[in-house]
């Protein structure tokens, strides 16, 4: 890729990419630290390494490496997950009860569903 005077941000921690530590990531195509010089400091926000099919370098940010896990976001209650369903409370929880539908029951009996879970229960109703 070309070199421009202006300074590029790592796509990891933001800061500013030194010439020597420019690497590009295969998987998103963003710039990231990766110090190439082993007489001059610098943190490493990706790795490299060979590609034993290939036999050619393989470079990986650690945002594609070490992907965000899913959030509490994606935790719904019964309530929330009827909503979401377009159906009764009352029709989920028979729906998880006959186990057309993935879910999880707490300690306290409540049920608990991933979001994509419901999505794929409504797809499965149409």
Known sequence: MAQTAETKACSVCGLAVAV????????????????????????????????????GLEFACNTCLNPVPEGLDDVLDAGEAALLAGIPEGALHEAAGLGQVRHRRTGSGTLLFRRGDILDFVQGQR
């Open 20 to 55: 020597h530590m420019e690497a590009w990531c295969n998987a998103c195509g963003l710039i990231y630290h990766l110090n190439q010089r082993a007489d001059l400091p610098g943190e490493d926000c990706g790795q490299v390494w060979i590609n034993e099919e290939h036999l």
